[in-house]
């Protein structure tokens, strides 16, 4: 898909679309709970489609209506899949659903695009080796077997979150206590947190023993309930940019108590706007391609705590210094930093590209509402904001779609 947009200054108010951070952790715990849950304001993006498609995958039923789904959870010990479950490009529901997958002991298998299957996976991989759990990948898929044992865990705090999710979701469900011990520094710890709270609101208690160990008491048992998902701050964060260049805009639907830490994006725009700031995104990654388009437009930045943007969809610093110096910005990239100076911030000469990532497709948007353009690969947004072209329209920019 391409999209040109024209320069305009965008007015008016939208809802935050819905977390799919907290839409993922909610359904997963609603189909461990043996019985009947609502999940309301569940977004329709390809990443939690991912999550239902799995869950369909393990004989779980569920229905659907308009934004609401209604879940009828099993007993973890009862899941049998029924085929391969098919995990799209979403790393959470691959990583989440490894150690659910795990507890019955049966042979399961997991698909997904060959750019989700290259991400690291090495967290499962030693954990399986170690207790001798079967894994096995072959680039096109993963097979897993346990079945998964209670004890002590030990991961590595600077890789992916979701692996501590992931069996934070199982533990609690086996006879045996657990501890995971996470190897600092722990990075992206406010998505850990999302888990546990997700996990509180369906009756699992998981205890935070110090800053780095995880307490989980086994026997327990997922309760039904009734809930909504909360607006996304990571994804509130890019029409709320346009506020940084002369617009109007009132993104509602936020929940101004919410734990998750993409909503520091407010208080680094700020930054942005006042000078040159040196930020650390290691607790928000999500938020790196948004802030280095703000800085490339405004007065530069320096950000660390960049290095795990190499395995998201695509490696987020290099794709958005590629995209910025058509733009007219000076950009460094290294191991674990990114400098960004406008110097000649002007109109692309070229069409900018995607690079298949949702989050880097908005960035881009964003700038070029300043400046007028055209992006190659527009459709990366379905992955996390499928609204996100209406929305810029109904917010008053000029927004032209093309299929080709």
Known sequence: ?????????????????????????????AALSEGKSVIHDVSDCEDVEATLDCMAALGIKFERKENDVTVFGVNP?????????????????????????????????LSGAPSLLSRPMTVYEDICKKMDYAYISDGKSIAVKGPLRGGEYSVVGNVSSQ????????????????????????????????????????????????????????????????????????????????????GEVEVLGLNPESIQGDRAYKRYYEQLLRGVPSIHIGNCPDLGPILFAVAAAKNGGIFSGTKRLKIKESDRAEAMASELRK???????????????PADFHRPTEPLYGHNDHRIVMSLAILLTVVGGEIIGAEAVKKSYPDFFEDLSALGIGVTVYDA
């Open 327 to 341: 733009l007219g910005a000076a950009v460094t990239v290294s191991e674990d930093r990114v400098v960004i100076f």
């Open 77 to 109: 010990k009862r899941i049998k899949p029924t085929g391969t479950l098919p995990c799209r490009e979403s790393g959470s529901t691959l990583r989440f659903f490894i150690p659910i997958l795990l507890i019955s002991g049966r042979c399961a298998m």
């Open 1 to 29: 898909m391409r999209v040109v947009i024209s320069p305009a200054r965008g007015a008016g108010k939208i809802k935050a679309p819905p977390s799919k951070s907290v839409a993922h952790r909610l359904l997963i715990c």
């Open 163 to 246: 692996f501590i999710s992931g069996l934070l979701f199982a533990l609690p469900t086996l006879s045996e206590s657990s501890r995971i011990r996470i190897a600092p520094p722990i990075e992206s710890r406010s998505y850990i947190d999302l888990t546990v709270d997700a996990l509180s609101k369906f009756g699992v208690r998981v205890i935070w023993e110090d800053e780095h160990t995880l307490y989980i008491e086994g026997g327990q048992k997922y309760t039904p309930t009734e809930l909504s998902v909360e607006g996304d701050y990571s994804g509130a964060a890019f029409p709320d940019a346009l506020n940084l260049f002369g």
